[in-house]
């Protein structure tokens, strides 16, 4: 699977006489098998637009964004998306929240409550199946949301801010759960985050993005990831020289793109 977004350009146009906003200019990036790709930046720098092309919520105003060669010319079950606000029906038990997205391709009740209890258990949710979701920590319904995107077996992961309503110490232990579940399902991921430091622990490839209009300003290959899947701990990872010295690195180029722009 490769996942190609060639010279993409976003216009959104001006509404109510507003001047047309430049949201993403000649964006190139490619998400290969296995990726944890990160977009950082200011806010306002097309991260959720650049997500949006992705999901195909939104087609390039040039460019062009390929899954597999083929154009992408709107949403499909190879993509789910995960947002801040996980959007669960609140109606619903944790069971059927994971299962809906089975249910909705026709899936048959057995099946799909199996392999949703699957994901279940892999986000650490036995025991919640019959829980009303509104009952559950915000922490807990969080990872319901991606239960419930992973069921649907997607080929790339979208992640919008999936953490960004979650407190540090919930936080951290959801970064930690993610980047298992990525290595244990090895999905393509791309992952939005405001947080320096979530960024370099998670992501395989930084992508820092610079506001108006919004482009790719700086990219980078990351270890930190591996070096906590391989048996470090977190704290240690995020603890190490290299780690610190690339965050002030980052940190640095973020704010002098802000001054420039
Ligand atoms: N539907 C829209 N119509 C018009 N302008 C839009 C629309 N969506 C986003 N924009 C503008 O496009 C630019 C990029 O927005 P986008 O939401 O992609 O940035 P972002 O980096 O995700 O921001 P944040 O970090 O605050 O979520 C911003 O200037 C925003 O105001």
């Given at each position: 699977?490769a996942?190609?977004?060639?010279?993409?350009?976003?216009?959104?146009p001006?509404?109510?006489?507003?001047?047309?906003?430049e949201?993403l200019?000649r964006?190139?990036?490619t998400?290969?098998?296995g990726?944890?790709?990160?977009?950082?930046?200011a806010?306002?720098?097309?991260?959720?637009?650049?997500?949006?092309?992705i999901?195909?919520?939104?087609?390039?105003?040039?460019?062009?964004?390929?899954?597999n060669?083929?154009?992408?010319?709107?949403?499909?079950?190879?993509?789910?998306?995960?947002?801040?606000?996980?959007?669960?029906?609140?109606?619903?038990?944790?069971?059927d929240?994971?299962?809906?997205?089975?249910?909705?391709?026709?899936?048959?009740?057995?099946?799909?409550?199996?392999?949703?209890?699957?994901?279940?258990?892999?986000?650490?949710?036995?025991?919640?199946?019959?829980?009303?979701v509104?009952?559950?920590?915000?922490?807990?319904?969080?990872r319901?949301?991606?239960?419930?995107?992973?069921?649907?077996?997607?080929?790339?992961?979208?992640?919008?801010?999936?953490?960004?309503?979650?407190?540090?110490?919930?936080?951290?232990?959801?970064?930690?759960l993610?980047?298992?579940?990525?290595?244990?399902?090895?999905?393509?991921?791309?992952?939005?985050?405001?947080?320096?430091?979530?960024?370099?622990?998670?992501?395989?490839?930084?992508?820092?993005?610079?506001?108006?209009?919004?482009?790719?300003?700086?990219?980078?290959?990351?270890?930190?990831?591996?070096?906590?899947?391989?048996?470090?701990?977190?704290?240690?990872?995020?603890?190490?020289?290299?780690?610190?010295?690339?965050?002030?690195?980052?940190?640095?180029?973020i704010?002098?793109?802000?001054?420039?722009?």
């Amino acid at each position: 699977m490769a996942l190609k977004i060639q010279d993409a350009s976003v216009v959104y146009p001006g509404i109510e006489g507003r001047q047309k906003i430049e949201a993403l200019r000649r964006i190139n990036l490619t998400i290969d098998d296995g990726d944890f790709i990160v977009a950082l930046g200011a806010s306002g720098c097309g991260k959720s637009t650049l997500l949006s092309l992705i999901a195909g919520f939104l087609s390039p105003t040039s460019g062009e964004v390929l899954l597999n060669d083929s154009k992408i010319e709107g949403p499909g079950a190879d993509r789910s998306v995960v947002f801040q606000k996980h959007a669960l029906l609140p109606w619903l038990n944790v069971r059927d929240n994971v299962a809906f997205g089975l249910m909705l391709q026709g899936c048959a009740k057995k099946e799909r409550y199996e392999i949703g209890d699957k994901y279940i258990g892999l986000l650490g949710l036995n025991g919640f199946e019959n829980s009303p979701v509104y009952a559950l920590s915000g922490g807990m319904q969080q990872r319901v949301g991606i239960a419930r995107a992973l069921a649907c077996d997607p080929k790339v992961l979208l992640m919008d801010e999936p953490l960004g309503a979650l407190d540090a110490l919930t936080r951290e232990k959801a970064q930690e759960l993610i980047l298992q579940v990525w290595r244990d399902t090895r999905k393509s991921i791309f992952f939005i985050t405001h947080s320096v430091e979530e960024a370099l622990f998670m992501g395989t490839r930084l992508v820092v993005m610079s506001p108006r209009p919004g482009r790719i300003a700086h990219t980078f290959d990351l270890p930190f990831s591996r070096m906590f899947l391989g048996g470090q701990s977190a704290r240690s990872v995020k603890a190490s020289s290299q780690f610190i010295a690339l965050r002030e690195e980052v940190l640095r180029m973020i704010f002098a793109d802000e001054e420039a722009a």
